[in-house]
């Protein structure tokens, strides 16, 4: 029997006059479910705004995933239960105008229901998505657009269900079209609240993939740790924007987590690093941290915090070359390397 399961993930995001930019998250999982919604939503028709919207933003995310090393991600597609999801929790958050939220704890003119599960359920027309089973993640960010998906990715655990090979099918919804959808709801002019409702495989082919992919150009050069709760980096805001490797083992730990980070050819960065499985081992190279965690991150993958200095994230427009060897549930992977550039 294969039951839901949710990641909910809130990112709330500011751009701050000659900062940067910075904001706090939230992740957990998922609430109850709440009362009053039916066992579907009201009507709704998906419109060209909401395609036309859904073709742009996934297409930024699959370009993330095709910048990936190793074994290529498949194409994100839409579905039109989680656009219809998504772009009425997005009005939903811009009528409280209360902060973002994964939950619909109140009635407005775009209640569905508090809980992720059962509003994709919803605008299914009552049914769950299967795969056979199913599973939803949904991300939050406060501004939309392209922003907000290259905002989403340059994080840690945003990004964990964009860059999956679990990842499958996507919708998206913002304000503004919540409110071209919903005229009639009372959703303000503007922009935000960029929502992503997720629904993965759960039984993918996992093999080996990486990001960023040997060559790639235009890496953010500073992810704001501050941003994610929990913060993966709690005694410092500014460090590099994180790198991503997934491995293809369901169980065992890490015994070797052997990385380095080098500029210039002699320049080393040291590394934080974050895997899937517990009691893990074996730091060496740049790594100076080796942290589990187990809630979020699956078994066999890991993150590698770039923490340049005492300050700041990454040098601009500089090259950077990432040399990754492990050991995980007894197999090796030896030699990992890529080199990538980072933007202005």
């Known amino acids: 029997m294969n039951l839901p399961r949710e990641m909910l993930l809130a990112l709330p995001f500011a751009l701050l006059a000659g900062c940067g930019g910075g904001g706090d998250t939230t992740a957990g999982g998922g609430g109850g479910s709440g009362g009053g919604g039916g066992g579907v939503v009201p009507n709704h028709t998906v419109t060209l705004s909401d395609t036309n919207e859904n073709t742009a933003r996934l ?49 407005n003119a775009l209640f569905s229901d508090n809980n992720l599960g059962e509003r994709i359920r919803k605008a299914n027309g009552g049914t769950h998505l299967s795969s056979p089973g199913y599973a939803y993640y949904e991300d939050i960010a406060s501004n939309s657009g392209s922003a907000a998906i290259t905002l989403l990715w340059n994080t840690v655990y945003h990004r964990i269900p964009m860059m999956r090979h679990k990842a499958w099918r996507a919708g998206y919804g913002d304000k503004l079209l919540a409110a071209g959808d919903y005229p009639t709801a009372g959703v303000s002019a503007g922009n935000g609240f960029a929502t992503l409702n997720w629904h993965e495989q759960t039984t993918p082919t996992i093999s080996l993939s990486y990001w960023p992919g040997d060559g790639i150009v235009g890496v953010p050069k500073t992810f704001f740790s501050n941003s994610e709760s929990p913060d993966p980096v709690a005694d410092r805001d500014e460090v590099g924007c994180p790198i991503h490797l997934i491995f293809p083992e369901g169980s065992g730990t890490f015994t070797v987590v052997n990385a380095t980070l080098v500029t210039g050819g002699t320049t080393h960065i040291p590394l934080k690093a974050l895997v899937g499985n517990s009691s893990p081992s074996g730091a060496a190279g740049d790594v100076n941290a080796l942290t589990a965690d187990t809630t979020y991150l699956d078994p066999g993958e890991l993150f590698l915090i770039p923490i340049p200095g005492s300050s700041g994230g990454l040098s601009a427009n500089t090259s950077y070359t990432c040399t990754v060897s492990v050991t995980v549930n007894g197999s090796n992977y030896n030699g990992i390397t890529f080199t990538y550039t980072t933007g202005p």
């Open 59 to 107: 297409a930024n995310l699959n370009t993330f995933r095709d910048d990936s090393g190793g074994t290529a991600l498949a194409m994100v597609t839409s579905h039109n239960a989680l656009i219809i999801a998504a772009v009425r929790h997005a009005g939903w958050q811009a009528l409280e105008n209360s902060g973002l939220t994964h939950g619909e704890p109140s009635s």
